[in-house]
T-cell receptor, first 110, second 116 residues
């Protein structure tokens, strides 16, 4: 089966850097994605890693190590608007849907 | 706006009612999904319509019934629901290629359902 583990909560201050980790177990691996969800909003796609290494998109970066079944989302120069829940997600095998982690609640303080 | 719309945004219903949730995507995608999001739980996939096939989560009760008349519209028919079915129901769409892991999902704003 598939399972994803990520911390339930993280707190940081404005301007800081925070890393949200995700470990996964899947039957076959087809990439790791990250989504952001603000309170009352819908999840929005942030990034995808299909291969090992770092993908950078502005202040956000995502890393994958397939040998360790591990990835992380790195948020730099934190802003108050980054306060949200962040989900890692994997496709469960070759099916065309996504399995989401329980989410990490990020709180950015002044 | 993500190009995925859902109606209604809020719904309160009794356990004996029958209602339907509607989703429409304007992105030309070939896959649509229903997810359930309950407080403090992961997003739970309910149903997928993708590349002309339907996939369903076997743990979803039969009181939830999906319908996908075409690639742009998706419905979730609800009947004799239970209070524990109260949750945010999210629709999503994506453009999928067989065997590809990249599957960016575009979510609608959700329907907040309360079952009394």
């Amino acid at each position: 089966g598939q399972s994803l583990e990520q911390p339930s909560e993280v707190t940081a201050v404005e301007g800081a850097i925070v890393q949200i980790n995700c470990t996964y177990q899947t039957s076959g691996f087809y990439g790791l994605s990250w989504y952001q969800q603000h309170d009352g909003g819908a999840p929005t796609f942030l990034s995808y890693n299909g291969l090992d290494g770092l993908e950078e998109t502005g202040r956000f970066s995502s890393f994958l190590s397939r040998s360790d079944s591990y990835g992380y989302l790195l948020l730099q120069e934190l802003q108050m608007k980054d306060s949200a829940s962040y989900f890692c997600a994997v496709p469960p095998g070759k099916r065309n849907d996504m399995r989401f982690g329980a989410g990490t609640r990020l709180t950015v303080k002044p | 706006e993500t190009g995925v719309t859902q109606t209604p945004r809020h719904l309160v219903m009794g356990m004996t009612n029958k209602k339907s949730l509607k989703c429409e995507q304007h992105l030309g995608h070939n896959a649509m999904y229903w997810y359930k999001q309950s407080a403090k739980k992961p997003l739970e996939l309910m149903f997928v319509y993708s590349l002309e096939e339907r996939v369903e989560n076997n743990s979803v009760p039969s009181r939830f019934s999906p319908e996908c008349p075409n690639s742009s519209h998706l419905f979730l028919h609800l009947h004799t629901l239970q209070p524990e079915d109260s949750a945010l129901y999210l629709c999503a769409s994506s453009q999928v290629l067989r065997g590809q892991g990249y599957n960016e999902q575009f979510f609608g704003p959700g329907t907040r359902l309360t079952v009394l």
